[in-house]
């Protein structure tokens, strides 16, 4: 089981989302989308943990405090790592709560014991993976999109798991954004 900590957002919201990764399979040859009920924002990437770890993981997102924002999604953008085709994704804004949220779990994590990615924090929600495209259709796909908002409500620990082939995320604890501003 691989662990994960993610900034969720509400079920409308995962919609837009994923309207967004259907458009990009009609310009694309082929893409594996991510489900509307997968769709999040990593905020930091645990890989396997043990029952103790898992814990201390359950303790830092119910302990992380932060208020409610709301992210301006504004560009599109890829990652290519070869063979396996395109990962197509979603960026916000720079936004300074998601910036000290990440910084948070980030110091906690570390203090905790946790290794985590040491490459930069970079935002994203993933629309689809395996994404083979010509340059002209993605041009199309990129130059279609326009920007939009979507408010951050809560934080999640999710464990992510194959069963029978099948992705599953289970939500194992969660903290709504809910500190005051001070
Ligand atoms: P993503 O954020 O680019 O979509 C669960 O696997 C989530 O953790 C996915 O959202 C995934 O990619 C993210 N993630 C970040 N680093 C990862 C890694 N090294 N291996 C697998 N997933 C990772």
């Not at 458009?23 to 989308?33: E, G, N, Q, S």
């Not at 290794?115 to 259709?137: K, M, N, Y």
């Not at 908002?149 to 809910?178: N, Q």
Request: net charge negative; proline share 5%.
């Amino acid at each position: 089981m691989r662990y994960f900590i993610a900034l969720d957002f509400t079920q409308p919201d995962r919609e837009k989302f994923h309207s967004l990764a259907r458009t990009l399979k009609t310009h694309a040859k082929k893409a594996r989308i991510v489900e509307e009920a997968h769709v999040h924002l990593t905020l930091a990437f645990l890989g396997e943990l043990d029952s103790g770890a898992v814990k201390k993981a359950e303790a830092i997102v119910k302990n992380t405090e932060e208020e409610p924002f709301t992210l301006e999604f504004d560009t599109v953008s890829y990652f290519d790592p070869g063979k396996s085709g395109r990962i197509f994704w979603i960026g916000p804004d720079q936004h300074p709560v998601l910036d000290r949220l990440h910084e948070k779990l980030t110091d906690a994590l570390l203090n905790q014991g946790f290794s985590l990615d040491e490459r930069p924090f970079t935002p994203h929600v993933t629309l689809a993976r395996g994404v083979r495209i010509s340059p002209e259709s993605s041009s199309d796909f990129e130059d279609a999109f326009e920007t939009f908002d979507v408010p951050a409500r809560s934080i999640s620990l999710m464990a992510s798991s194959f069963k029978e082939g099948k992705l599953i995320y289970t939500c194992v604890a969660s903290r709504k954004l809910d500190a005051q501003t001070p």
